[in-house]
């Protein structure tokens, strides 16, 4: 049996203007999205400072006191914005929250597109006031970067190349900032509890940032969990359930986690930023007719984008009820 890795692309090869290396590129991302569902991004574009400026402020703001960082939760849009707080989440399945809190920042200049009637406003925390210029930055960034990667998912589809772009544009994307706190006393983690649950992505592919610590994982079609590690320049991106219902599963949403390797890290903090890239709320997720055949029957209900997504925050446990 062929040994299961994730896939390393140099995102240049794709912008590079060679047909035949910009090719190569899609061939490869798309075979790795086929079999696993993730792949690791070299040569993104992303300045470093542009990173280190982000977890800086993060830092800043996840070190205030609790009663503080609350006053900045709005408990009414669902967590769309804002901030999270330590035990609201729990993945789809488990009974104990994870063990994270973080904070939401969705679109900002939407200028007059009525779309923008259906989004909470960004909240943003006074007391750090540079994590807005430092948010904003890398949600920009990775608005592009994930605009071409799905570009390339597209011509892999053999589909139009830009079949995507009024789908995705002023979509309900998330950059999630995310803290694993640390745990003060390892006696006191309650049972079954860790980072991040074994969970699946709900939008249509995420772009995550590298983490401060390893830890994030992977399973396999064969149920076994794979070490997901990119180098400290390296972003991370997998598909979400969006496409693959999309794809009627020729794509895959593949079940990840966040564990510590290491049970005394749990004593230390972690940092890690995904960016959910999400299509408008009338996308239609209506299975391709190129991905449904007698060999491939049709798998998922018809549904928008904005109605998978409601069900799914209701899962979470962050929609009120």
């Known amino acids: 049996m062929k040994e299961v890795s994730i896939a390393t692309v140099d995102y240049n090869e794709y912008i590079s203007g060679d047909p035949a290396k910009k090719a190569a590129f899609i061939q490869k991302i798309g075979d790795a999205f086929s079999e696993i569902g993730f792949a690791i991004v070299a040569n993104h574009g992303l300045p470093a400072e542009v990173k280190d400026n982000l977890y800086d402020a993060a830092k800043k703001f996840f070190a205030l006191p609790d009663d503080v960082k609350k006053s900045y939760e709005d408990i009414e849009n669902g967590g769309q914005r804002g901030y999270i707080s330590k035990g609201r989440e729990t993945a789809k399945g488990y009974k104990q929250a994870d063990l994270k809190e973080f904070y939401h920042i969705g679109q900002e200049e939407l200028g007059n597109d009525p779309i923008s009637s259906e989004y909470p406003k960004n909240i943003w925390a006074k007391e750090v006031p540079e994590l807005r210029d430092a948010g904003l930055r890398v949600y920009n960034e990775f608005e592009n970067v994930g605009r071409n990667l799905l570009r390339a998912i597209a011509v892999y589809l053999k589909l139009d190349e830009n079949y995507f772009d009024d789908k995705i544009y002023h979509g309900n994307s998330i ?147």
């Open 175 to 321: 950059l999630r900032i995310l803290h694993y706190y640390p745990v003060q006393n390892l006696d006191d983690v309650p049972e079954g509890a860790i980072r991040a649950g074994a969970h699946e992505d709900i939008n249509l592919i995420t772009l995550l940032m590298g983490a401060s610590a390893n830890g994030l994982q992977a399973m396999t079609k064969d149920g076994k969990w794979l070490d997901v590690m990119p180098e400290p320049n390296q972003i991370v991106i997998n598909m979400g359930d969006m496409l693959q219902r999309l794809t009627n599963g020729k794509l895959k949403s593949t079940t990840h986690r966040v564990i510590n390797l290491n049970r005394e890290e749990m004593l230390k903090p972690r940092f890690s930023t995904p960016f959910f890239l999400h299509p408008r709320s009338d996308m239609d997720l209506t299975c391709l007719e190129s991905c449904v055949d007698a060999e491939h029957p049709k798998k998922f209900e018809d549904m928008t984008a904005g109605e998978y997504l409601d069900e799914r925050i209701g899962e979470l446990g962050l929609k009120k009820n």
